[in-house]
């Protein structure tokens, strides 16, 4: 067994992969990512602390079905050469859900104690590049080569960082690739982060959670070149009819508030 040993924002990505290893163990997965559960049988940690109930758990695998359809309308729409940029990856197995093609270079990003248990727990793939670095470091995005079509995506990431960082995250990114960029996220709005103790990543790790996007459009503002092409609420997704009932229940009664309906939101911006 590979002991991990993590804290804080780093440990988050541990409930997520559990997440993704309860659904891959269900009847009836709907993400169906067994390299998930092989990696939780494989990993020395207490899965249990964090309390994952279904609900959450479910949560976890539609969104990152939701997201994963994006990565696949991209590569569809850029069928020849293209680079994907996985930012805040954790143990996320993306890069062998999607099996891009040969003309697609991927680079998964996460702290380098992050990437150095991937290395240990998965196993290498051609055109597959993991940086361990922290996204608001300098010089990690001068790796990623420019002149294909980019996605850039992030996957419960964004609220980790401050808002001074998100947005300049933004802004190197869209000051480093010029037009056929995608850039793809999740994103909480201030309901989200007063309530962010409510969240079990958050009470297992001791994390806080700083960034909130309330209106996307401000983002357009604040980081030039961007377009907004989706805002989606993710209470209402595509993907959220596999959610339990209790979930659904939950939604209908709060989707004429909108501060409860906007709390997560799957934002494409393009550049
Ligand atoms: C909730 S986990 C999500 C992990 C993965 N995307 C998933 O869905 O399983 C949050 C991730 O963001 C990463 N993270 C947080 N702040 C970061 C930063 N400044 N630079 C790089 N990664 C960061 C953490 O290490 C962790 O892997």
């Not at 990431?157 to 037009?179: C, H, K, Q």
């Amino acid at each position: 067994m590979l002991p991990v040993r993590l804290t804080g924002a780093r440990e988050t990505l541990l409930v997520t992969l559990y997440g993704r290893a309860l659904d891959a163990r269900a009847a009836h997965p709907v993400l169906g990512d067994t390299m998930a559960a092989e990696a939780v049988d494989a990993i020395d940690y207490d899965f249990g602390a964090a309390h994952v109930k279904p609900g959450v758990a479910a949560s976890v695998v539609v969104r990152a079905k939701f997201l994963d359809n994006w990565v696949h309308e991209f590569l569809d729409a850029h069928p020849g050469e293209a680079t994907v940029v996985h930012l805040g990856a954790g143990l996320d197995t993306r890069v062998w859900r999607i099996d891009p093609g040969p003309g697609v270079d991927w680079f998964d990003v996460d702290f380098p104690e992050v990437v150095e248990i991937r290395r240990a727990l998965f196993p290498e793939r051609p055109g597959y590049h993991a940086i361990g670095a922290s996204v608001t470091d300098d010089g990690w995005l001068e790796r990623i080569p420019t002149g294909r079509p980019t996605l850039v995506i992030a996957e419960g990431l964004s609220m980790y960082l401050t808002e001074e960082e998100g947005v300049t995250l933004l802004r190197r990114i869209t000051d480093r690739f010029n037009g056929g960029t995608t850039i793809a996220f999740d994103a909480f709005n201030s309901l989200a982060i007063r309530a962010q103790k409510l969240n079990p990543a958050i009470r297992v790790s001791g994390a806080t959670l700083h960034w909130s996007v309330d209106h996307p459009r401000d983002l357009i503002r604040a980081v030039p070149g961007l377009r907004l092409r989706d805002s989606i609420d993710a209470l209402f997704a595509p993907g959220t009819e596999e959610m339990p009932r209790g979930s659904k229940i939950f939604a209908s009664a709060f989707r004429p508030f909108p501060a409860v309906r906007h709390m997560s939101r799957y934002l494409r911006y393009e550049r």
